[in-house]
Structure formats: structure tokens, C-alpha cells
């Protein structure tokens, strides 16, 4: 029997030993309606549909349904379309575009946003951007972070973010103003 080969690429903030990986999707050319609908997704789009689960977690799965990884993946693609109705190509792009919207609004690559919200407004800093733009991507950061660390660190913004949303953060700043902002920004928080 024909088989249809799709891979999904797992780099290395995926993954607990830090090494790019690859999932081969082996499908029967039997599974047409399932082809068309995947054939032309990238690797983050078909990582979004096994719900950013990393690779070690789908080899987990693997192991206790005791299936291959390939058929793992295909079984749990399957249920999340049949969870949402999808049943052809737009209705996935649909439903792609609606979850992957981040809803960052102009200003948050601006310090605009940070005029009106305490502890963020203490110093305005033009090269700077607001708190929820940080916001919006933990939220929507794949993996929820351990740690971050900003080696220009600027009024703090992240660091601050980071903290308020009990992420250890680190960073650096060369400039001893910027450095005495952020700490007196930490102090007021913890």
C-alpha cells in the first residue's frame, strides 16, 4: 500500500535534552480526506494541533497507549479535529487564524501603554515597550517559561512582567540609572 509521508519539526526549546527533532506522520493514501487537510500545514500549525505538547510528552503518550509515535500523532490530530467539526481544509484555517491571533494592540511595541499603569510608568523610556506585549506572549509562548532573562533590560518591563507572573527572571543593563530603576521596581513588587 502507497504511503503518504508528512514530518512536524520539533526544535530544541521543545524538547528536555535541547536537540531539534522530527516526527514522520506515515499515513495510507486511503486517509485522502485527512491528507488534504494537513498536507500543506507547517510544523507549528501541526504542533498547534496536538496542543503544543513537546516531543517528549507524545513519546510518553506513545508508550502508554503502546502505539508508534506516528500513529500517536495522527490519533490525537484526528481527535482534536473531530473535537471542533473540522472537516476540510477552510474550516481548519478558520479555526488556525482565530487561535493564533495574539490581540496585541499598535502601541504595546511602544512605552504608550505604560502611562497609565503604576509601577510600569515610573521612568517613560522611549526605546521601550509596554507590559502587556510581554503579556501576550507568555500567554501565548508555547512552553510556559522557567525562567527568562533580558540582556538589555532597559526600565525593567520584563523583568517586572516576568515576576508579577512568578517566572524567575535575570537580566542585564549597562546603564547605572536603568539598573537603580529596576531594583527599586523589584524591591516595591517582592
Known amino acids: 500500500m502507497t504511503q503518504y509521508y508528512k514530518s512536524i519539526s520539533y ?7 535541547k536537540e531539534t527533532k522530527l516526527i514522520r506522520l506515515a499515513l495510507n493514501k486511503k486517509e485522502n480526506e485527512l491528507i488534504d487537510i494537513i ?10 494541533l496536538l ?4 516531543f517528549d510528552d507524545l513519546e510518553k503518550i506513545s508508550r ?3 502505539r508508534s509515535l506516528s500513529n500517536t500523532c495522527i490519533f490525537l490530530i484526528r481527535e482534536k479535529l473531530a473535537k471542533y467539526n473540522i472537516s476540510n481544509r477552510d474550516q481548519l484555517d478558520l479555526f488556525l487564524s482565530s487561535t493564533d491571533n495574539f490581540d496585541i494592540s499598535p502601541n504595546s511595541g511602544t512605552f504608550r501603554n505604560n502611562k497609565d499603569k503604576g509601577i510600569f510608568n515610573w521612568y517613560p523610556y522611549v526605546e521601550g515597550f509596554s507590559y502587556d506585549f510581554v503579556e501576550r506572549i507568555f500567554e501565548h ?3 510556559h517559561p522557567k525562567a527568562v532573562y533580558d540582556p538589555f533590560a532597559g526600565t525593567g518591563t520584563t523583568i517586572l512582567v516576568s515576576i508579577i507572573n512568578k517566572i524567575n527572571a535575570g537580566y542585564s ?13 523589584i524591591d516595591v513588587i517582592n
Not at 526544535?11 to 535534552?17: A, G, M, S, T
Not at 543593563?173 to 521596581?185: C, G, Q, T, W
Open 51 to 54: 496542543e503544543n505538547r513537546s
Open 141 to 143: 509562548n508555547v512552553l
Open 64 to 66: 502508554k497507549e503502546q
Open 11 to 17: 526544535p530544541k526549546i521543545y524538547n528536555n535534552n
Open 39 to 48: 498536507k500543506d500545514l507547517s510544523s507549528s500549525q501541526l504542533r498547534m
Open 173 to 185: 543593563e549597562i546603564n547605572p540609572l536603568m539598573r537603580f530603576i529596576i531594583k527599586a521596581k
